[in-house]
């Protein structure tokens, strides 16, 4: 199987935003640059988590994203789902039933094993991407990353991160 690129991006821009004071937003053209993406592209997935009501899009001139539920509250199957939909990823289309050698439909009452051994293994993943928090990504990025990866991250956002406007509530947590 094979996620989008869109997944580790949506990832990535949840993890940074986990790391906003307070109050803050961060323009989607910043976290373009820090993951070194074309901003179209990533708008496009930013646009997706704030529809599923992960990030807040804060408009006008101190605008950005900033996480709309505290990263305890976001799982990574979250993330996913928002970014590459509900759909299974795998779709059997039944092509037993095809060819020269098929039979009459009601030869196949039971379910194919090959589609049974592909839905297991997707609720298997799903389970553990459910299982995993955004606030554990962070933790284990803290305890485990290149200290000069972590510094230049957290300069980067220090730089970059707005205050929100005066007319946009208040981030919930």
Known sequence: MKLSDGVEAAIHCAAVLAGLEEGRVLPASALAELHGLSPSYLLKHLQALAAAKMFESVPGPHGGYRL????????????????????????CAEIRQRGPGALEPSAYVKPCGIK????????????????T??????????AEG?????????????RHQRPQSESSPKEPK
Do not use: H
Not at 68 to 91: C, K, T
Not at 146 to 158: G, L, S
């Open 68 to 91: 709309a539920r505290a990263p305890e509250r976001i799982s990574l199957l979250d993330i996913v789902l928002a970014v590459e939909g509900r759909e299974p990823a795998f779709r």
């Open 133 to 142: 928090m955004l606030s554990e990504i962070v933790a284990g990025y803290q």
């Open 116 to 131: 049974v051994a592909m839905l297991k293994a997707e609720q298997a993943w799903r389970a553990v991407l459910a299982g």
């Open 146 to 158: 290149d200290p000069r990866a972590v510094a230049f991250n957290c300069a980067f956002v220090a």
